[in-house]
Nanobody, 130 residues
Framework: EVQLQASGGGLVQPGASLRLSCAAS????????IGWFRQAPGKEREVISCFSSRDGNAYYVDSVKGRFAVSSDSAKSTVYLQMNRLEPEDTAVYSC???????????????????????WGHGTQVTVSS
């Protein structure tokens, strides 16, 4: 298993924005799937967003839908999670995971808690506090 590099976290006030980055060589390719996860203090890790090149779609859980968005830059071998209108409830360690080639679509990927990603990244801390 190859580890991904996640970065971009920090301490911000409610309503602020952050963009997280996840870098890996596989993102130079055009066929991959990625899941974004977070783990808040005292809670289990949860998936919040998935993207899959199999269908070209992105999926977001209700708690972040409309506020978070995924994107990518193949030239920089990096995928991004743009987080807007951050709330204290968003405080967590955020991480990314990826698989290539993309085996399933985004919605299916995010609905499969047992899905095995080939690549995992270390988390980056996001703290939203006034």
């Amino acid at each position: 298993e190859v580890q991904l590099q996640a970065s971009g976290g920090g301490l911000v006030q409610p309503g602020a924005s952050l963009r997280l980055s996840c870098a890996a060589s596989i993102f130079r390719r055009d066929d991959y799937a990625i899941g974004w996860f977070r783990q808040a203090p005292g809670k289990e890790r949860e998936v919040i967003s998935c993207f899959s090149s199999r269908d070209g779609n992105a999926y977001y859980v209700d708690s972040v839908k409309g506020r978070f968005a995924v994107s990518s830059d193949s030239a920089k071998s990096t995928v991004y999670l743009q987080m807007n209108r951050l709330e204290p409830e968003d405080t967590a360690v955020y991480s990314c995971a990826a698989d290539s080639p993309a085996a399933v679509g985004a919605t299916i990927l995010c609905s499969m808690p047992s899905y095995k990603y080939d690549y995992w990244g270390h988390g980056t801390q996001v703290t939203v506090s006034s």
